[in-house]
């Protein structure tokens, strides 16, 4: 199946810091990718969906300003956490869809961010 | 209320029973269904399609019902590596609308 690569797989910061996350798809063109950040026995949260060459869609409640998504290419799309706090930790994953229908989301192995 | 809604569980099941649960969408524009799984701190793997006729795979079946906007999963034989959080998912016009998942416990 398709896969989509996301690093690092787990990263540590200090407060204040900005982290970058990258997800990649390998073997398909992604029109479209999804950005999730779940807590601890929550279910996944979407954050965002971008798409190719546009702005990416912030849900509700998302600040665009501290969560930066770039969707630059088909196969890359980063989302960077700025000045990160300790409320920032979690798990945080991207999936890509190929943009048929009834294709499915490929997701990335998870970042987990811990902000100290 | 939520696009797509499930029952939160968890659902606590002996080894070997057969388990069910739903997943309902209110949104009738939705054009695919999917079950994804997942395990406790990994991403969410993709369990198997939903079909209008429904599907078999294995020990895992699942079914939808368009007139009464619902999808179904049943696992028979369930196996204690059948613990999980199964969650259902939407896709309408290339958005996935992800359901909050429902927690199975599988107990020997």
């Known amino acids: 199946g398709a896969v989509v690569s996301q690093h690092p797989s787990w990263v540590i910061c200090k407060s204040g810091t900005s982290v970058k996350i990258e997800c990649r798809s390998l073997d398909f063109q992604a029109t479209t990718m999804f950005w999730y950040r779940q807590f601890p026995k929550q279910s996944l949260m979407l954050m965002a969906t971008?798409?190719?060459?546009?702005?990416?869609?912030?849900e509700q409640g998302v600040e665009k300003d501290k969560f930066l998504i770039n969707h630059a290419s088909l196969t890359l799309s980063t989302l960077t956490v700025t000045s990160a706090h300790p409320e920032d930790s979690s798990f945080y994953i991207c999936?890509?869809?190929?943009?048929?229908?009834?294709?499915?989301?490929?997701f990335g192995q998870g970042t987990r961010l811990t902000v100290v | 209320r939520k696009e797509v809604e499930q029952d939160p569980g968890p659902f606590n099941v002996p080894e070997g029973a057969t388990v069910a649960f739903n997943c309902t969408y209110s949104?009738?524009?939705?054009?695919?269904f999917f079950w994804y799984r997942q395990d406790c701190r990994k991403e969410p793997k993709l369990l198997m399609s939903v079909y209008s006729s429904g599907n078999e795979d294995g020990r895992f079946t699942a079914q939808l019902n368009r007139a009464s906007q619902y999808i179904s999963l049943l696992i028979r034989d369930s196996k204690l590596s059948d613990s999980a959080t199964y969650l259902c998912?939407?896709?309408?016009?290339?958005?996935?609308?992800w359901g909050a998942g429902t927690k199975l416990i599988i107990k020997p």
């Open positions: 998912v939407v896709n309408r016009n290339y958005q996935l609308i």
């Open positions: 999936s890509a869809i190929e943009g048929r229908m009834n294709t499915e989301a490929f």
């Open positions: 971008s798409n190719e060459g546009s702005k990416a869609t912030y």
């Open positions: 949104n009738s524009a939705s054009q695919s």
